[in-house]
């Protein structure tokens, strides 16, 4: 008898301690991260030219977007599909931190708006399309330069309240993304 009380104890000791292990291991866990990624295929030559040496680092190979034709499909109202946060739409918990990431071969911001909109390169608007409010006076809107995220580089934007937030490049306007916490 004295064995078998004593193989309990043992067993409910055994199975405390690996409980009170994966608490301890939840506990330590980091923290919930949703990833955007930024991404671009600017022309090194072409943008380089007009906008300073070492402007687009493009690291893709094959396609590339002429500066000249970034603005021609803009004022289309057709936008480059290649220029774009992935993915469009993100479902995320409260409490998770979203991680932006440049992919891409320039500068963008990740700015939240209240409604999409232009952004303040006009000619990179959709026809008829205004400055929304947060992407007004560009980077000398400190709140839009912050927002910034630099080939290569992540922004991470923590304590999302529930609800849906609405991102957007506002050098880039039709690189949108609609993030909804739950």
């Known amino acids: 008898m004295r064995k078998t009380v004593a193989k309990l104890a043992i067993l409910a000791s055994c199975m405390l301690s690996i409980a009170a292990t994966e608490a301890v291991g939840q506990e330590h866990e980091g923290p919930r991260i949703s990833q955007v990624v930024a991404l671009d295929e600017c022309d090194p030559t072409t943008f380089n030219a007009a906008l300073g040496p070492d402007f687009c680092k493009n690291v893709t190979l094959g396609y590339f977007t002429v500066l000249s034709d970034l603005f021609a499909k803009a004022a289309a109202g057709t936008p ?23 992919q891409g071969g320039e500068p963008h911001t990740f700015t939240e708006v209240k409604e999409f909109g232009g952004g303040f390169i006009p000619p990179l608007n959709a026809p008829g399309e205004t400055v929304v409010p947060e992407c007004s006076n560009g980077f000398a809107n400190v709140a839009v330069a912050r927002t910034r995220i630099l080939q290569g580089s992540q922004l991470q934007i923590t ?12 050098i880039h306007p039709w690189m949108r993304v609609k993030v909804v916490v739950k």
């Open 80 to 102: 480059d599909p290649g220029w774009d946060f992935e993915p469009d739409v993100v479902h995320m918990k409260q409490g998770t931190i979203l991680s932006v990431v440049d």
């Open 159 to 170: 304590n999302l309240s529930k609800g849906e937030h609405y991102f957007q490049c506002c």
